[in-house]
């Protein structure tokens, strides 16, 4: 009803008019959970907002509730918006089903102690010492997935979105996403991870702006402190160091050293290189002269040889069998709700080694 208000730029006394209220306060009780709406009410809701039943009954629908920041490349504001819908149907559901099949979401939210005013330094020290405390080893795009998931309560979500996106983070009062397109080269996936974990962790403290350019004119301060956020966390100075001295590297060896580290760290090998440069480790001016056509996965092609990801994750595929075993959700709706046929659903089970249902 408030979501619907506020698109309609309707004020709390207008809305109380046209339900034949006698004040604002009825609508404010109903906005805030305190009252109930008669049967009567909900189909006279239908009808002044012109909307279907479900609008109000459908709880695979996030309506004012699920706050987006989109990252992508061009993408026309109306075909984002439908995206995000049917994005938001399978956090719904998601969110729906998980406490029904016993998964309570996590009672507490971690946070970083960062704001707008913190610096890129800050930034970068909070990935260094994130990646230490979570245990993220010698790679940590390898765990960082699941230790969102496992450790932090979050919800990582593979994705094959509209052309153009390559990333979100979804925060709703008592879940975190994050969305990847897992069609991307491993490096830009696992630096989108890390970026939209950097907002799910200080929503609170700088909100992201619902759409963000991946390759804008000018970045605003709290997308270059998420990238040097992310940065930090997927090449930590401890595990760069072990490398070697990057100082007395030049021309051809810095090139190949460059890109044999990248690949081993999951990154793009320009990511590494501003990664080096931020650390003072190698001169700015080299870094820049360096071409960008002898940077390796740098992001603009994927590798014939890097397997396409399974899509969504094994926590998701797991509450979803669950549930369709408890008969808390049909199967043809999950079907429906995921665009994937039987078959798929059946090779998901598999892939994500988790039990099918009875159905399949």
Request: one cysteine or more; aromatic letters at 6%; proline letters at 4%.
């Amino acid at each position: 009803m408030k979501a619907l208000r506020r698109q309609r730029n309707l004020s709390q006394e207008e809305a109380a008019r046209l339900f034949g209220f006698k004040d604002r306060q009825t609508i404010s009780a109903i906005e805030t959970g305190e009252r109930r709406l008669s049967a009567e009410e909900l189909v006279r809701a239908v009808e002044i907002f012109r909307v279907p039943l479900d609008f109000f009954t459908d709880p695979f629908l996030l309506v004012g509730e699920g706050k987006f920041s989109w990252r992508q490349n061009g993408v026309i504001g109306r075909a984002l918006l439908g995206y995000e819908e049917d994005a938001g149907r399978v956090i719904a559901a998601f969110r729906t089903l998980a406490p029904q099949v016993g998964r309570e979401a996590p009672l507490l939210r971690c946070s970083l102690g960062l704001s707008k005013e913190s610096s890129y330094e800050d930034a970068s020290a909070a990935g260094d010492r994130f990646a230490g405390e979570y245990k993220l080893g010698n790679v940590p795009a390898a765990r960082l997935a699941e230790v969102m998931e496992r450790d932090l309560g979050m919800l990582v979500l593979m994705v094959d979105p509209i052309e153009g996106v390559s990333g979100a983070a979804c925060r709703l009062p008592e879940l975190d996403v994050v969305l990847i397109n897992r069609r991307e080269v491993a490096g830009r996936r696992h630096f989108d991870l890390a970026h939209e974990l950097f907002h799910i962790l200080t929503w609170d403290a700088m909100p992201p702006d619902h759409v963000e350019d991946v390759v804008p004119k000018k970045r605003s301060r709290v997308e270059q402190l998420a990238d040097n956020f992310a940065s930090a966390l997927l090449m930590p100075s401890t595990v760069l160091g072990k490398v070697g001295d990057w100082s007395e590297l030049a021309g051809d060896e810095l090139i190949v050293r460059l890109n044999a580290v990248a690949d081993e760290l999951r990154v793009t090998a320009s990511a590494l290189r501003w990664r080096l440069v931020g650390l003072d480790w190698i001169d700015k001016d080299i870094g820049r002269g360096i071409a960008e056509d002898r940077l390796r996965n740098n992001g603009r092609s994927k590798p014939a040889e890097e397997p396409l990801l399974p899509l969504f994750s094994p926590t998701f595929v797991e509450v979803i069998g669950k549930a369709v075993n408890e008969g808390r959700v049909a199967m043809r709706r999950v079907l429906h709700l995921l665009g994937i046929s039987i078959d798929d659903l059946a090779d998901l089970f598999a892939v994500h080694s988790v039990e099918a249902p009875y159905e399949l």
